[in-house]
Structure formats: C-alpha cells, structure tokens
C-alpha cells in the first residue's frame, strides 16, 4: 500500500511538471479547457500568424466573418467565403470552432433596421436557421444573444429588445437549437465577469429563461480587463453561473495595457489570475493571436499589448503564465 501511494503521488507530480514544460498552450491545458483565439480570414495568408494560431489552440472564434453584416448583406442573399475560410482552417488543424454572433446590435445591415417586428422575427429565424444548417456539425458552439444586458442590469434598448422584449432570448435560442440540436447555444456579454448590477441582472434572466424551458447551454464572459484590474469576485461569479447547470467560458479575453506604461510582470499575473479563477471552464479564448493585429489600439486610445503575443510574435510572460496555469490545473 505504501509502494502503491509512492508511486501514485511521483505520477500526479510528474504529469503537471511535464505539462510546465509544453511548448503550447493547447498541449499544457491536455483534454481541458479549449485554448482559443480569435482570428481574422484576412491575416490567414500570413505565415507567422496562421503558423503561430495552429500551433497553440484548438478553438477559434471568427472575429467578423459570421456576423449579419457579412453573412447576409442583402436580405436573402447569404455569403459564407471569409466564414468557410476560417472553418476549414479550425477543422484541418484538428480544432473546434465558436460561432459569433446573431443577435447583436451592432454589425447589422441596412436592410433589417426597416423591418417590422413580424418582420424581424421572420428575418431572425431565417438567418439564424440559414447560417447555422450551413455549418451544422462543424461548430461548437454558438454565442446567440451578444451584448444584450446594461450596465445597470436592465435589457439594453436595441433593435431586438424593442420588437421582442426578453423574448430575444427565447426566440432566437429556440431558433438555434432547431437549426442545430447538437450546437451548444450561448450568451454573450461584457463587463459581467465580477459580482455586479450587470451579472445580477443577466443572473436573473437566465434563471427566467430556465423556468420556462428555454434552451440555454452556456455562458460566455468576455474578460476585456485592463492591467491591474482584475474583478475580485471573478471566480465566485463564474461558479454561480455553474451552479445553474451552464457551461462557463471566457471567450474574449484580453488584458490592455498603457502602452506609456507598460508592466508586463502584472499583466502575466493577471492572464493566472483569471486561468485560475475557472478552472470549470470549457474554454479559454483569447481575442486575437497578436498585439499586431489587436483592436485594442484603435478603440482605446494610450493602450495596447493585451495579448499573448507580441507585434513580432514572441511570447510574453502573459504566455508563460497562461501555460503553467493551464498546465497546474490537469
């Protein structure tokens, strides 16, 4: 018995020490979590990048492609070149794929802001159903409703919420899992990752959604942090949303930096910090390979370096981090 105990214990210490030693990050997570990125058709041509994004995750989230706008330009006319690009580089490189998004504000064309609420619901259910039999069987999972809750916990006022109401949700998860039974359905949001107004009230729909049968898989917390700014009640918040049954997944994250100021130890600490804060979590995806491409620049001006790696594609400490957080947690 104590030879057996010996030995199980050098195992349990051996395997998480190996796993320190991966050179990706998908090889120091093992089965768990998904490791992924967001990713762009438009820099797939360039070697480094596409080089760099097969070789560390196994998950990846179009940053534009599947959105209304660029899906179906024109109502009825559907165009899924730069999405089916971006597919068929996740499932050659062995790796799955989330779809993003459907009922978002933002990013839709000029033909749906005319439309009647009988309409939209018509136009909604078409997209949704269109969109997701093309790629049925090849994704994931799908983030449905993106963006949909305020600040101060309230459903925000956008096109969707003025035609449905909370029947947004209901609607297009119920046209979701129609479309593709076998796709994992998500919401989507930001600035909800800590205990506050925001997750309260996005706790609450939720809870009224599972009352009434509707379907819901999971919940994607996009984590766009700032340096040094990580929400103290991250991990509780994420295993009360697991305690409803719901997948959890950080699907945006990116932790920006004053460039004036740069402090790339806290930045690593941080990108730990947030690793294991769920170690429940199916995936981990941070959004974009490069600080090269990141849209972080141009959105918020006097920032940058939020990612993994740099404009040359070197690894930051923010890398290493991630990896020995991954790789303790097996």
């Given at each position: 018995m104590l030879l057996f105990s010996i030995l199980a214990l050098a195992t349990a210490t051996v395997v998480p020490n190996q796993k320190r030693q991966a050179t990706t990050l998908k090889a120091a997570a093992g089965a768990s979590p998904y490791v992924g990125a967001a990713i762009a058709n438009s820099h797939l041509s360039e070697s480094a990048y596409a080089t760099t994004a097969a070789r560390d995750f196994n998950i990846f989230t179009p940053e534009n492609e599947m959105k209304w706008d660029a899906t179906?330009?024109?109502?009825?006319?559907?165009?899924?070149?730069?999405?089916?690009?971006?597919?068929?580089?996740?499932?050659?490189?062995?790796?799955?794929?989330?779809?993003?998004?459907?009922?978002w504000a933002n990013q839709l064309p000029s033909w749906v802001s005319g439309l009647s609420a009988s309409q939209l619901d018509a136009a909604l259910k078409n997209h949704i159903t269109q969109v997701m039999t093309h790629y049925k069987g090849k994704i994931?999972?799908?983030?449905?409703?993106?963006?949909?809750?305020?600040?101060?916990?309230?459903i925000k006022d956008t096109i969707w919420s003025r035609a449905f109401g909370i029947d947004l949700f209901t609607k297009s998860l119920t046209y979701a899992r129609a479309a593709d039974p076998a796709a994992k359905l998500y919401i989507n949001d930001y600035n909800i990752e800590g205990?506050?107004?925001?997750?309260?009230?996005?706790?609450?729909?939720?809870?009224?959604?599972?009352?009434?049968?509707?379907?819901?898989?999971?919940?994607?917390?996009?984590?766009?942090?700032?340096?040094g700014q990580i929400p103290s009640?991250?991990?509780?918040?994420?295993?009360?949303?697991?305690?409803?049954?719901?997948?959890?997944?950080?699907?945006e994250l990116d932790i920006r930096q004053q460039t004036s100021a740069r402090n790339d130890a806290l930045q690593a600490t941080n990108y730990r910090d947030v690793v294991n804060a769920c170690p429940q979590c199916v995936s981990i995806t941070v959004w974009g390979v490069t600080d090269k491409y990141s849209w972080i620049p141009s959105t918020f001006s006097g920032y940058g370096a939020a990612l993994l790696y740099d404009e040359n594609y070197n690894k930051k400490q923010a890398w290493t981090a991630t990896r020995d957080a991954l790789a303790a947690q097996g």
């Amino acid at each position: 018995m104590l030879l057996f105990s010996i030995l199980a214990l050098a195992t349990a210490t051996v395997v998480p020490n190996q796993k320190r030693q991966a050179t990706t990050l998908k090889a120091a997570a093992g089965a768990s979590p998904y490791v992924g990125a967001a990713i762009a058709n438009s820099h797939l041509s360039e070697s480094a990048y596409a080089t760099t994004a097969a070789r560390d995750f196994n998950i990846f989230t179009p940053e534009n492609e599947m959105k209304w706008d660029a899906t179906e330009p024109q109502q009825g006319v559907f165009n899924f070149a730069a999405a089916d690009n971006i597919v068929n580089f996740a499932l050659n490189n062995g790796a799955k794929v989330r779809g993003h998004t459907f009922v978002w504000a933002n990013q839709l064309p000029s033909w749906v802001s005319g439309l009647s609420a009988s309409q939209l619901d018509a136009a909604l259910k078409n997209h949704i159903t269109q969109v997701m039999t093309h790629y049925k069987g090849k994704i994931y999972a799908w983030d449905v409703v993106n963006e949909h809750i305020g600040e101060n916990g309230a459903i925000k006022d956008t096109i969707w919420s003025r035609a449905f109401g909370i029947d947004l949700f209901t609607k297009s998860l119920t046209y979701a899992r129609a479309a593709d039974p076998a796709a994992k359905l998500y919401i989507n949001d930001y600035n909800i990752e800590g205990q506050n107004a925001k997750s309260d009230g996005l706790y609450n729909v939720v809870k009224q959604l599972q009352a009434k049968g509707v379907p819901l898989d999971g919940i994607g917390f996009q984590s766009h942090f700032i340096n040094g700014q990580i929400p103290s009640t991250l991990k509780a918040n994420l295993a009360r949303f697991s305690a409803l049954g719901l997948q959890v997944a950080i699907t945006e994250l990116d932790i920006r930096q004053q460039t004036s100021a740069r402090n790339d130890a806290l930045q690593a600490t941080n990108y730990r910090d947030v690793v294991n804060a769920c170690p429940q979590c199916v995936s981990i995806t941070v959004w974009g390979v490069t600080d090269k491409y990141s849209w972080i620049p141009s959105t918020f001006s006097g920032y940058g370096a939020a990612l993994l790696y740099d404009e040359n594609y070197n690894k930051k400490q923010a890398w290493t981090a991630t990896r020995d957080a991954l790789a303790a947690q097996g």
